[in-house]
């Protein structure tokens, strides 16, 4: 079995390390949270210390952090990754990040003599728990397929989107593209119920019309009609909006930098923070129909 060290043990890192150690891979496992070591200790894996204890003879670092510094100063500060994993070991970043943040940290990875695979993650808190999420994976070929066999412990659709930083760049389009869906999704529940329609009787004629999407028939932001989707329990989160907010500053500095028309993107980004700024980035993201309907 692997050597893996898995730093970052947040909502979504607790599940990922808890497959890898479920899979039978010997995990080492850093937070800056001891909370959430002992529940990585609990689900199979050993703790550590710090994170050269963790990487000290690891063959692959699996990391899932909150932003591109946090990325940056973990795999190559001073005390890093870079500094203390034997010279063979992959690097398998799982955060979203800016695209241009993975590109660098992959020229820094090279440069040191490593491989690294910047794979960003799509299925939320339940996909991570269950195994089932979607990786978006960019870096060299012989990285990815390093990678994979991990991948497939931890998610069901892994895809290799090409160079380094191309998962990140499918990531944040994709996750794009869901905060406008889910928005759109909203409206068109708040107009149906407004003109005489039960979310339920609308929900069973779009589901199987035009208007279908991920957004309706796997996350409805209605409650009732997917008992799974979190509208079902008080929009508790499995991707919540401050971390779709996150995705959405992501895609918009990229649009920018790459000059690119995101019009409607733009309008998401706007009515996500207006509800991070009320105070409902807690919130899941599809509990913005709760802001469409004037109930926040």
């Not at 050993?46 to 100063?73: F, I, N, Q, R, Y």
């Not at 203390?84 to 799982?94: I, N, Q, W």
Request: overall charge negative; glycine content about 12%; some cysteine.
């Amino acid at each position: 079995m692997t050597r893996i060290a898995f730093i970052g043990l947040g909502n979504m890192g607790a599940g990922m390390c808890a497959n890898l150690a479920k899979a039978r891979h010997t995990v080492r496992a850093f937070d800056l949270s001891k909370d959430a070591i002992a529940k990585a200790e609990a689900s199979g894996a050993t703790g550590a210390a710090s994170v050269a204890e963790a990487v000290a003879d690891a063959e692959v670092v699996v990391s899932m952090l909150p932003a591109g510094k946090h990325v940056l100063g973990v795999y190559f500060g001073p005390d890093g990754v870079a500094a203390h994993a034997p010279k063979d070991t992959l690097f398998l970043d799982c955060s979203t990040i800016a695209v241009e943040d993975a590109r660098e940290a992959a020229r820094q990875a090279e440069a040191a003599g490593f491989q690294m695979v910047d794979a960003p993650v799509s299925g939320g808190t339940a996909g991570a728990e269950a195994g089932t999420l979607t990786f978006m994976c960019g870096g060299p070929d012989e990285g990815f397929a390093r990678a994979r066999p991990l991948l497939e412990k931890m998610g069901k659709n892994i895809f290799h989107a090409g160079a380094s930083g191309n998962g990140q760049a499918a990531k944040i389009a994709n996750n794009m593209l869901l905060g406008i869906s889910m928005i759109a999704t909203s409206e068109a529940f708040n107009l149906a119920e407004k003109l005489g329609l039960d979310a339920q009787t609308f929900f069973d004629i779009s589901s199987t019309a035009s208007g279908q999407c991920w957004s309706m028939t796997s996350y409805c932001p209605a409650p009732g009609p997917v008992p799974t989707s979190p509208a079902n329990r008080d929009y508790k989160p499995g991707f919540a909006v401050a971390m779709m907010l996150k995705d959405l500053h992501l895609a918009a500095d990229a649009a920018r930098a790459a000059g690119a028309d995101i019009r409607l993107g733009e309008m998401a980004e706007t009515i996500y923070a207006r509800l991070d700024e009320k105070g409902f980035g807690g919130l899941d993201f599809s509990g913005v129909i709760k802001d469409v309907r004037g109930e926040l």
